[in-house]
């Protein structure tokens, strides 16, 4: 991978990491889109806006776990260690890095993680 590549996934890496922090209400922009939620809550009923408190709850947790993924590879990036797999040390298809910077894994490895076999 490139010096430029590299750059331009550290910049990719940042954006991430102030949508993510915008979501979960780390920044001041965000308390002001939770207002608008919770304006926009008063007309759905009780049971909807529960229902909605436990999607937004989900999304929420995903986003943390993604915010972290992301200072990771920030990290990664700062001691050159980024785009290599994390449990074998093979380089990281760039194409799943197009998609999600903050990729640790390559394809190989995911699929056994997410199968959940023993490494
Ligand atoms: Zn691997």
């Given at each position: 991978m490139t010096k430029t590549q590299v750059r331009q996934y550290q910049q990719d890496l940042m954006q991430l990491e102030t949508e993510l922090m915008e979501f979960l209400g780390l920044s001041s922009k965000a308390s002001e889109a939770v207002e608008l939620d919770q304006a926009r809550m008063g007309r759905v009923s009780r049971g909807d806006a529960m229902q909605q408190q436990a999607m937004v709850s989900a999304a929420h947790q995903r986003d943390e776990k993604r915010l972290i993924a992301v200072r990771k590879a920030l990290k990664r990036i700062e001691s050159d260690d980024?785009?290599?797999?994390?449990?074998?040390g093979e380089d990281i298809n760039v194409k799943r890095l197009d998609v999600a910077?903050?990729?640790?894994?390559c394809l190989e490895c995911q699929s056994i993680q997410e199968q959940g076999q023993p490494l």
């Open positions: 980024f785009g290599w797999c994390l449990e074998c910077p903050e990729t640790e894994l």
